[in-house]
């Protein structure tokens, strides 16, 4: 078909600000030249044995459509999570809903809600693209509030003003936040619930790094109120289960019965055996500890080497990523370029909205390569 109708909102999400860097980064990669990829938040480390073997074991004879609500196996083993790593007590049947990854979730979440007067969704900037990529596609308008070192990498609320508030349907927050790696205290928690219940508006706690920090223990919006909350998790930072695609919705019991009627639509139950291991993977505590421990561990080595250097680094109490200031006489883009061209690849703050001034480490190569990296990265003029 020539100049087939094209929905207007591919347009408008469908920018490529690395462009530049990908295209130099295939030259230098034909050219023989060893890259080390410190740009996507893709983790190499191997998915523990017992959830492959969980999987494994799951797989049945004769295979029939799963249920959009998900096992009630991984409903129980989510809600006893939350339980066990945040204290709150949840009814796995009523305020659970697993999903196929956090991604999904998060964009098809909005569908539930959209259709009324309010249609502003907040969300911070920059940030994970799929808040806003949802919202366009449900027709919402996103309301893209900038993050700096100085508000602490959050979004107060009530500084939005009444006129913005009261038309707001969702609000998201993403604590431990990529890409900057700024854990919201419990005070900002309080005070986004609070303003919530003021203004009727729906908090969506994107909480998918909640299980990857280094000092505190980051809390979960549900510690601090159930009421117009919906916190969203994954397994695949917490569990390096990135490819089987399992994370979960939970929360207020009347979201959360909305959700479920919105999702028995677009088939996105996932498979049981996927199900299998990810109820596997909430119900174990240590094999997240263990990555917690190789994440800080290449973590160390890049603090120590940033503090050398003079190099600034903001947020980053938690997360796999690094939130680095670019030297002075440099923007996003060309300490990356600069960067590249000793074979390190990091992305441009810019990649993620406004995030001038920044490039963004994700901690995803082995420590030998972090190692072989900071060499490499040494010879960068500052
Ligand atoms: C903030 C944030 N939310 C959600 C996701 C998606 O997670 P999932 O792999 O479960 O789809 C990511 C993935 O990088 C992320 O960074």
Same mark, same amino acid.
């Given at each position: 078909m020539r100049d087939p109708p094209k929905n207007p909102v591919l347009d408008a999400v469908q920018k490529n600000l690395m462009a530049a860097l990908d295209e130099r980064k295939a030259a230098l990669r034909a050219a023989g030249k060893t890259l080390y990829d410190f740009g996507l938040g893709d983790p190499k480390e191997p998915t523990p044995p017992f959830l492959r073997e969980a999987l494994r074991a799951a797989v049945p004879e004769v295979s029939q459509y799963p249920s959009p609500r998900g096992t009630p196996a991984l409903r129980r083993a989510a809600a006893g999570y939350l339980a066990r790593?945040?204290?709150?007590?949840? @009814?796995?049947?009523?305020?659970?809903?697993?999903?196929?990854?956090?991604?999904?979730?998060?964009?098809?979440? $909005?569908?539930?809600?959209?259709?009324?007067?309010?249609?502003?969704?907040?969300?911070? @900037?920059?940030?994970?693209?799929?808040?806003?990529?949802?919202?366009?596609?449900?027709?919402?308008?996103?309301?893209?509030?900038?993050?700096?070192?100085?508000?602490?990498?959050?979004?107060?609320?009530?500084?939005?003003?009444?006129?913005?508030?009261? *038309?707001?349907?969702?609000?998201?927050?993403?604590? $431990?936040?990529? $890409?900057?790696?700024?854990?919201?205290?419990?005070?900002?928690?309080?005070?986004?619930?609070?303003?919530?219940?003021?203004?009727?508006?729906?908090?969506?706690?994107?909480?998918?790094?909640?299980?990857?920090?280094?000092?505190?223990?980051?809390?979960?919006?549900?510690?601090?109120?159930?009421?117009?909350?919906?916190?969203?998790?994954?397994?695949?930072?917490?569990?390096?289960?990135?490819?089987?695609?399992? *994370?979960?919705?939970?929360? @207020?019991?009347?979201?959360v019965a909305l959700v479920q009627r919105m999702r028995s639509h677009p088939g996105v139950a996932s498979p049981d055996f996927v199900s299998a291991a990810a109820a596997a993977a909430w119900g174990d505590d240590a094999h997240a500890e263990e990555r917690r421990r190789i994440f800080a561990a290449k973590r160390e080595r890049f603090l120590a080497f940033f503090a050398a250097r003079g190099l600034e680094v903001h947020g980053s109490e938690a997360t796999l990523y690094l939130w680095v200031k670019v030297p002075a006489g440099h923007d996003s883009a060309s300490y990356a370029l600069a960067l590249l061209e000793e074979g390190v690849v990091v992305a441009p703050g810019t990649a993620f909205g406004a995030g001038e001034g920044y490039v963004r480490v994700a901690l995803v190569p082995t420590l030998a390569e972090c190692d072989a990296a900071l060499g490499a990265w040494g010879r960068v003029k500052a």
């Open positions: 790593r945040f204290g709150v007590s949840l @009814d796995p049947d009523r305020q659970v809903v697993p999903a196929t990854g956090a991604k999904e979730a998060i964009f098809h979440l $909005p569908l539930a809600f959209a259709g009324g007067p309010r249609r502003k969704v907040v969300m911070p @900037d920059p940030a994970y693209p799929t808040y806003e990529v949802g919202a366009r596609f449900a027709g919402l308008e996103p309301v893209k509030v900038p993050l700096t070192a100085a508000n602490r990498f959050l979004v107060e609320p009530e500084a939005l003003g009444e006129a913005v508030l009261s *038309g707001t349907l969702l609000f998201w927050l993403c604590s $431990p936040h990529n $890409p900057t790696g700024a854990v919201a205290p419990r005070d900002y928690l309080e005070r986004l619930g609070r303003a919530a219940r003021r203004h009727g508006f729906i908090v969506v706690s994107d909480e998918c790094y909640a299980d990857v920090w280094f000092g505190e223990r980051p809390a979960s919006m549900l510690e601090v109120q159930v009421e117009n909350v919906l916190a969203v998790h994954s397994c695949s930072k917490r569990s390096g289960m990135t490819g089987y695609r399992s *994370g979960f919705v939970a929360g @207020d019991a009347d979201l």
